[in-house]
Nanobody
Framework: VQLQASGGGSVQTGDLLRLSCAAS????????VGWFRQAPGKEREGVAC????????YYRNSVEGRFTISRDIRSNTVYLQMNSLEPEDTAVYYC??????????WGQGTQVTVSS
């Protein structure tokens, strides 16, 4: 499964961005998908994830209420809407898909830079 992450950019504090994670494999709809991020000098951390059907979502505390993860079955894409961005959100963002056997697939990462 190949994942294509996009939508990053350089913004100001309080701005918004929407990240996209697109997959060509139709089985993607059956996989749980998560967004992770890694800031310079820090470990990769989970940001949000969504169940295969989209009914269950999870957010790390620091983004709860600002970020929204969603998925569009028709386009085979998972989105991360990021509002009220803060400098602490600066990182490379990666999407991850876990298939039904537990194998993880990673996208190539997209840079998000938030300046104050």
């Amino acid at each position: 499964v190949q994942l294509q992450a996009s939508g990053g950019g350089s913004v100001q504090t309080g701005d918004l961005l929407r990240l996209s994670c697109a997959a060509s494999d139709p089985r993607f709809k059956d996989y749980a998908v998560g967004w992770f991020r890694q800031a310079p000098g820090k470990e990769r951390e989970g940001v949000a994830c969504i169940s295969p059907g989209g009914s269950v979502t999870y957010y790390r505390n620091s983004v709860e209420g600002r970020f929204t993860i969603s998925r569009d079955i028709r386009s085979n894409t998972v989105y991360l809407q990021m509002n009220s961005l803060e400098p602490e959100d600066t990182a490379v963002y990666y999407c991850n898909a876990r298939d039904t056997t537990g194998i993880n697939y990673w996208g190539q990462g997209t840079q998000v830079t938030v300046s104050s």
